[in-house]
């Protein structure tokens, strides 16, 4: 059984190969069938009743929760919080003001200005993201709604 897997996943790759060259010009459509017979034949004739198994006991060196540990408890760090705002900050800043629902966006608004600090410019930031985040709809489950109703 295994033998005949082994043959399909060649008869696969040779498949792939050939329609590559039929892609590169190398070959035509018609010849993909006849050079994927041609080169499974080859490769299981040549390789194809020999069996290896490889063991080991290496462990696998990639740890994703390892990985993706939070190191500093989601605060945002700033370099220089007391440094003049960025062009970027403001920019940005101005953008997430016109994302904010209608009644919030005169106060944020507000806030902003060109020679403020950018400990504060990135604080508002992550407010507004916040904010603009909960205003995002959230699919409900079909069955509690009505046929004429949306999911949001």
Do not use: H
Not at 30 to 49: L, Q
Not at 110 to 129: F, H, Y
């Amino acid at each position: 059984m295994q033998q005949k897997n082994d043959e399909i996943i060649v008869a696969q790759c040779c498949f792939k190969g050939a329609i590559d060259l039929a892609v590169a010009n190398k070959i035509t459509v018609e010849e993909i069938n006849d050079w994927t017979t041609t080169f499974t034949e080859a490769i299981i004739s040549k390789y194809g009743n020999k069996v290896s198994v490889v063991q080991s006991d290496a462990k696998p060196v990639f740890q994703p929760r390892d990985n993706y540990k939070k190191t500093n408890n989601s605060k945002a760090t700033v370099k220089n919080p007391d440094a003049t705002v960025s062009e970027k900050q403001l920019w940005l800043l101005n953008k997430l003001v016109s994302e904010l629902p209608a009644d919030q966006q005169n106060g944020f608004a507000g806030l902003i200005k060109s020679n403020m600090k950018m400990g504060l410019a990135s604080s508002l930031i992550k407010e507004m993201q916040e904010i603009i985040d909960g205003q995002k709809p959230v699919a409900r489950p079909l069955e509690e709604i009505a046929d004429n109703e949306a999911p949001f």
